[in-house]
């Protein structure tokens, strides 16, 4: 088996190493990955921003799809053939997660995807929707379930503001679109926000442009759920944006991770402010279901190469990209 793995903090420490591998277990299943897909947390993780007390060496990336080609023993809830994906926190089935499901997932603490075969429990895989290359497939489990647990309840006739191009805003925009709501897209780039009207957005804001980019969504009708990527950098601006009574679904940290926060804005306006830490398995089989319905396939900016792994990291911190950055596994 060979992987990825970093035994010091840097991309410069990422090395292709060789691993015996192991044998499935009772209840394990081996999957042999064909295609893995990269996520900002991937670029924290590997400079030690994520954690800096990370246990090493670690395999990252938590997005993978592949192949089962070995079963053991009482494996009940797949076969030689299926085509899945692992899930982003193994041990998180469904309901509410405990500290231990939300502490083991995958691309740190635990080995990531970025791999030539995985050994794991049955359960923390799910069947990817027919439709979708393994590319595709491989940019499910953290972008599209978080976009999709952000917008959980989003009914027709809401107003729903996303930021950005990268894997969860596209998501999101695809998503919510579909739902019957309408998408306010925010980016810096003319280009990228014509893009996004394509899947679906209807109001665009070119952030570099308009700085007070809130108080526009504010008087053009405001925002019932805001999809919140930026963090410090944004936050406030979203509290504009957002309606009383509405809610800001806390994802990322693009612009920074602390923040002075307006409480009186959050008060006054009953704003809820939800983080998100991406979805349960349950999520992530209910969001799969609808990606067949809608005949819905991710954005897919550019595939590496296994054997360039090094390449599509450097490429994703540029940050040009629009969608998902995809290393081509198998």
């Not at 085509?83 to 405990?98: I, K, M, N, Q, S």
């Not at 309606?243 to 306006?269: C, D, R």
Request: charged share 25%; with cysteine; hydrophobic share 45%.
């Amino acid at each position: 088996m060979r992987a990825y793995q970093f035994d010091q903090f840097g991309f410069e420490h990422l090395k292709l190493v060789d691993h015996e591998p192991a044998e499935p277990r009772r209840g394990e299943v081996r999957v042999r990955v064909h295609a893995c897909s990269l996520n900002y947390r991937d670029l924290l993780m590997v400079r030690g921003h994520y954690d800096p007390r990370m246990v090493l060496p670690l395999v990252p990336l938590s997005d993978g799809a592949g192949e089962v080609v070995e079963v053991g023993e009482d494996v009940t809830r797949l076969e030689v053939g299926d085509r899945v994906a692992g899930a982003f926190a193994p041990l998180w089935l469904g309901g509410r997660p405990t500290r231990d499901m939300i502490r083991q997932t995958r691309g740190g603490p635990i080995d990531g995807m970025l791999r030539t075969t995985v050994v794991g429990d049955e359960t923390g895989f799910v069947k990817v929707p027919e439709h979708l290359s393994y590319e595709e497939a491989s940019t499910l489990p953290c972008a599209a379930v978080t976009a999709w647990t952000a917008l959980r309840d989003v009914r027709p006739g809401y107003r729903v503001l996303t930021q950005g191009s990268g894997g969860v805003s596209t998501f999101a925009v695809q998503f919510a679109s579909r739902m019957g709501a309408q998408v306010i897209a925010t980016s810096s780039s003319d280009a990228k926000l014509e893009r996004l009207r394509e899947l679906g957005a209807a109001e665009l804001y070119n952030y570099a442009e308009v700085s007070d980019w809130g108080k526009r969504v504010a008087k053009t009708g405001g925002a019932d759920r805001v999809v919140e990527v930026g963090g410090a950098g944004t936050l406030q601006q979203s509290l504009r944006a957002v309606n009383p009574g509405g809610e800001i679904a806390l994802i990322g940290v693009l612009s920074g991770a602390k923040a002075e926060l307006a409480l009186t804005k959050v008060m006054m306006n009953a704003v809820r402010v939800q983080g998100i830490l991406v979805g349960a398995r349950a999520d992530f089989e209910a969001m799969n279901r609808a990606i067949a319905s809608f005949d819905l396939r991710p954005v897919v900016d550019r595939v590496f190469d296994f054997e360039e792994a090094p390449d599509a990291f450097a490429y994703l911190a540029r940050g040009a990209h629009f969608g998902k950055v995809v290393i081509r596994v198998a």
